[in-house]
C-alpha cells in the first residue's frame, strides 16, 4: 500500500510540476500578456442608474 501511495504522490508532483512547465514556458508568454489584460478591456460602466425606491 506504501509503494501505491508512494507513486501517486510522485506522479502527482511530476504533473504539477509539467503544468507549472507548460504555463511559464515561452510559447505561452503570449497568451498570458494577453489574459493579464483582459480585466482592463472591459467596457467603461454607466453612472446611469435605475432605483427600485424613487425618491419624492
Known amino acids: 500500500m506504501?509503494?501505491?501511495t508512494s507513486?501517486?504522490?510522485v506522479l502527482s508532483?511530476?504533473?504539477?510540476?509539467?503544468?507549472c512547465w507548460w504555463a511559464w514556458s515561452?510559447?505561452?508568454q503570449a497568451a498570458n500578456e494577453e489574459?493579464?489584460?483582459l480585466p482592463f478591456a472591459l467596457p467603461d460602466?454607466?453612472?446611469i442608474t435605475?432605483?427600485?425606491n424613487p425618491q419624492p
Open 26 to 28: 515561452t510559447r505561452r
Open 45 to 47: 460602466e454607466t453612472t
Open 35 to 37: 489574459s493579464a489584460m
Open 2 to 4: 506504501a509503494i501505491l
Open 13 to 19: 508532483m511530476l504533473a504539477f510540476l509539467a503544468i
Open 7 to 9: 507513486a501517486a504522490t
Open 50 to 52: 435605475t432605483s427600485r
